[in-house]
């Protein structure tokens, strides 16, 4: 019974620290970040903007004000759920590709490029794929979970992040209701 109740002590100790800790990067890191003082990647918030390279090399400005909707999802090639993903977010941008600006981001530094590659090949993305391959980006939105995704409204506001999979149903409510 002391064994239970020592290692349950621990735990809790170590649930303590891990909730410390995150509490400490959660406000230090949007001052590091080069967005500015007030970046926080979640709904409610200004984006950051940023310029990546595409799979052919050529830049993209994201999270910038616009005309449209942004959606932008940062996915990697070794990620099951991005798999399960890929088809609604082609059919997507088929059905929606007037009405959003759809971005692709992969995670490069925590993915191969050339599986990148591949696996835009294979789900047949007409879409842009940004490169992120020195990871400033999926690290300044705080992307640690695949696929995550954001909803951008064109005065450069997150509308929504969404961590994981939902279904393309709940995808077409959510760009019906921030278009």
Not at 17 to 25: C, F, P, T, W
Not at 67 to 88: H, V, Y
Not at 134 to 158: H, M, R, S
Request: with cysteine; hydrophobic share 40%; proline share 4%.
């Amino acid at each position: 019974m002391k064994n239970v109740i020592t290692l349950f002590i621990v735990a809790f100790l170590f649930a303590g620290l891990a909730v410390y800790q995150y509490a400490q990067d959660d406000s230090t890191s949007a001052s590091e970040s080069s967005a500015g003082d007030n970046f926080k990647p979640k709904a409610g918030f200004q984006a950051a903007s940023f310029e990546l390279p595409a799979l052919d090399d050529k830049p993209h400005e994201v999270g910038a004000k616009g005309t449209k909707l942004t959606f932008l999802n940062f996915w990697a090639s070794w990620c099951g759920p991005c798999e399960l993903e890929a088809p609604d977010l082609q059919k997507l941008h088929e059905n929606y590709g007037d009405t959003i600006a759809m971005y692709g981001v992969n995670s490069t530094k925590y993915d191969k490029e050339r599986a990148a590659r591949k696996f835009v090949d294979d789900h047949g993305f007409t879409f842009p794929i940004l490169m992120d391959r020195t990871g400033e980006i999926t690290d300044q939105y705080k992307v640690n979970l695949y696929p995550t995704t954001f909803l951008i409204d064109n005065e450069g506001i997150i509308r929504e992040r969404i961590n994981g999979v939902i279904t393309y149903e709940e995808w077409e409510r959510l760009i019906k209701k921030w278009s």
